[in-house]
């Protein structure tokens, strides 16, 4: 990319469409960033996406699946898992925060000529490149003093994982499937999160991993569909673009295969302890994961941005509904 420039102080409208408060096109309406948070920091938490809360759901919810599976593996759910999933729980609103930061600082001219990601923090002006650089550092460096209390083979799968967090925002530069390295990075707190709660990396972990790869292929593919007009312009590639009016097919395949590899997943963790009704309950978590996605399935139009935004959105719910089966058979 380019070499560090200023954005100017008064953004031309084919620049920016960000409204004068600085809120982003597609924040949450009300969300406590733009109403609450001190003025000055409101451009930092909006490069952390603080004001779209969902991103963080989505790559918290595989580490959350994963100490739960984890704790049934070694038979027993104690304080370190909690203290595990407070961990996850802010180590993703940090590596998210971090991730987002340099994914805005590479995309600052493709940003600049989408009309979705017009009003961002640093093609509208409100941040400079180096400004972000500097708040990124902030929130890697404090996500890694988290990661230090995880185990040994948890933080060096932490260090490993920057390579694939570096490497995503180039991804639609040079493959129609930039989805399938959002998968590899998003749900690396899945192996991540298992190994700190089992010390090892096995089969369950992998299952997980695959699983949670597919799953975000199925929603991330909805949400670029927001965008493919733009993309078309610029060149950026996308599962999206690459699938087209063929996209439901394609959807339905990663729903299935989702789902088993997630039933996978919990056999390989839950069976051995031959404890039937804990295996039963268990299970319903990807049969309750499988009928949200059909139910977003149904509700598909990916001609609609509006829509395609809330069913991405509803990806928090899907991944709930398996981490609440999954808590609950811990407890039988």
């Known amino acids: 990319m380019s070499s560090e420039r200023q954005a100017p102080e008064a953004s031309t409208p084919e620049m920016t469409s960000a409204p004068v408060t600085g809120q982003v096109h597609d924040a949450v309406t009300g969300n406590w960033v733009d109403t609450r948070a001190p003025a000055a920091t409101r451009p930092y938490l909006r490069l952390s996406r603080a004001d779209r ?3 963080t759901w989505l790559l918290l919810i595989p580490c959350w699946w ?5 704790a049934s593996v070694n ?11 407070v961990g996850c729980a802010l180590g993703a609103w940090l590596m998210r925060g971090a991730g987002c930061t340099w994914n805005d600082i590479t995309d600052r001219d493709f940003d600049a000529s989408v009309a979705r990601t017009r009003s961002r923090p640093i093609p509208s002006g409100q941040v400079s490149v180096k400004q972000a650089g500097v ?14 209390s995880f185990g040994p083979l948890a933080i060096g799968l932490g260090v490993a994982s920057l390579a694939l967090v570096a490497i995503y925002p180039f991804a639609k ?19 991540l999160a298992y190994a700190a709660t089992t010390g090892r990396i096995d089969r369950v972990a992998g299952f997980l991993y695959l699983c949670g790869i597919a799953w ?9 569909h927001q965008d493919k007009e733009d993309d078309a312009l610029i060149g950026v590639k996308s599962t999206a673009r690459l699938f087209g009016s063929d996209t439901a097919r394609w959807l ?3 729903l299935v295969i989702s789902v088993v590899l997630m039933a996978a997943s919990i056999v390989e963790a839950v069976a051995p302890q031959e404890n039937i009704l804990r295996l039963v309950v268990a299970l319903i978590a990807p049969w309750a994961f499988g009928w949200h996605l059909v139910w977003q399935m149904a509700k598909l139009d990916t001609e609609n941005p509006d829509r395609c935004m809330m ?19 811990l407890f039988l």
């Open 53 to 55: 809360p969902i991103g």
């Open 252 to 254: 339905k395949r990663f």
């Open 173 to 191: 530069r040079f493959t129609w499937w930039p989805q399938v390295f959002l998968g590899l990075a998003f749900n690396w707190g899945a192996l």
């Open 75 to 85: 038979g027993a759910f104690g304080l370190r898992d909690v203290w595990l999933m």
């Open 216 to 224: 975000t292929l199925f929603y991330d593919t909805i949400y670029a």
């Open 66 to 70: 994963a100490v739960l599976l984890g």
């Open 311 to 329: 069913l991405f959105r509803a990806n928090r719910d899907t991944g709930l509904l398996a981490a609440l089966f999954l808590a609950a058979s």
């Open 135 to 148: 708040w990124m550092a902030v929130q890697a460096l404090v996500a890694f003093a988290i990661l230090l």
